[in-house]
């Protein structure tokens, strides 16, 4: 099992950046893919971004893609999203989320992929 903590939300204005934090603790963290997904209010939670356990593959929703970036580093346990060029329908809870199952390489978009979930950070996007 794993616990998640998000960091690295707040209000920014339209065009500018932030990068959120998810801190992993429990079974060893390289052995995950990770995700982020996001919560906009009266809407489903929706696929941001994810990566392979060995962080050499990722993928994006094209709602992001080219804005956003998702990193790791297994040393820190931490998985990180960073996002620019801040756009107002970016603004939700941001989620962070683990899978045990897949290969190094495996990335998944599907919710019901991933069996651990951290807390949330809010992200507010002003225009």
């Known amino acids: 099992q794993v616990q998640l903590v998000e960091s690295g939300g707040g209000l920014v204005q339209a065009g500018g950046s932030l990068r959120l934090s998810c801190a992993a603790s429990?079974?060893?963290?390289?052995?995950?893919?990770m995700g982020w997904f996001r919560q906009a209010p009266g809407k489903e939670r929706e696929f941001v971004a994810a990566i392979a356990r060995s962080g050499t593959r990722t993928d994006y929703a094209d709602s992001v893609k080219g804005r956003f970036t998702i990193s790791r580093d297994n040393a820190k346990n931490t998985v990180y999203l960073q996002m620019n060029s801040l756009k107002s329908e970016d603004t939700a809870v941001y989620y962070c989320a683990a899978d045990p199952v897949g290969n190094l390489l495996t990335v998944f978009r599907s919710i019901g992929r991933y069996d651990y979930w951290g807390q949330g950070t809010q992200v507010t996007v002003s225009s």
């Open positions: 429990g079974r060893t963290f390289s052995l995950y893919t």
